[in-house]
T-cell receptor, first 112, second 114 residues
Framework: KQEVTQIPAALSVPEGENLVLNCSFT??????LQWFRQDPGKGLTSLLLIQSSQREQTSGRLNASLDKSSGRSTLYIAASQPGDSATYLCAVRMDSSYKLIFGSGTRLLVRP | ETGVTQTPRHLVMGMTNKKSLKCEQH?????MYWYKQSAKKPLELMFV???????ENNSVPSRFSPECPNSSHLFLHLHTLQPEDSALYLC?????????????FGSGTRLTVV
């Protein structure tokens, strides 16, 4: 059974820092991995989608990497801003399922 | 706005009430999903529809009843809910069930059962 873990559960950094959020999964037979952002009480905004054949994806200040064999993905945020404060969720889609399996998220606070 | 619209944004209902949640997308997507997000738990898939046909029912109690009248609209009918059903209910869509497509989520309906 696939399990997705995100570390740390919460993170507080001063503005301007570069930071890394981690996501690990126990079953490497994934089809893709997606990073989302969720603001308090709101829905999910898709940030980056990485197919299993890809190693990384970039969008602006965000860079996501995928190491399928070791069951890990990282989300790198460069030059963090207070507006980046949110919960970041990673989710994997298995080879044989429509289902996204989510981690519990990392709550990020970027202090001005 | 992501292109997936959910109404209402907030709903408070008694355990004997009947209510419905609505989801609408005009992205041209053919697959739609209901997810549940409870406090301190990861998101859980509830239902999956592809081209208006239900393809997955993830062991959800019968007090939750989905309906997909067309590929742009998805409903979740609620009746005789329990307080533990209070959660954020999220609708999502994808271009198809094909595994290569990412999901687009709505903003959710915050449901409180009293």
């Amino acid at each position: 059974k696939q399990e997705v873990t995100q570390i740390p559960a919460a993170l507080s950094v001063p503005e301007g820092e570069n930071l890394v959020l981690n996501c690990s999964f126990t079953d490497s037979a994934i089809y893709n991995l997606q990073w989302f952002r969720q603001d308090p009480g709101k829905g999910l905004t898709s940030l980056l989608l990485i197919q299993s054949s890809q190693r990384e994806q970039t969008s602006g200040r965000l860079n996501a990497s995928l190491d399928k064999s070791s069951g890990r993905s990282t989300l790198y945020i460069a030059a963090s801003q207070p507006g980046d404060s949110a919960t970041y969720l990673c989710a994997v889609r298995m080879d044989s399922s429509y289902k996204l399996i989510f981690g519990s998220g990392t709550r990020l606070l970027v202090r001005p | 706005e992501t292109g997936v619209t959910q109404t209402p944004r907030h709903l408070v209902m008694g355990m004997t009430n009947k209510k419905s949640l609505k989801c609408e997308q005009h992205l041209g997507h053919n697959a739609m999903y209901w997810y549940k997000q409870s406090a301190k738990k990861p998101l859980e898939l509830m239902f999956v529809y592809s081209l208006e046909e239900r393809v997955e029912n993830n062991s959800v109690p019968s007090r939750f009843s989905p309906e997909c009248p067309n590929s742009s609209h998805l409903f979740l009918h609620l009746h005789t809910l329990q307080p533990e059903d209070s959660a954020l209910y999220l609708c999502a869509s994808s271009q198809a069930l094909d595994f290569s497509y990412g999901y687009t989520f709505g903003s959710g309906t915050r449901l409180t059962v009293v």
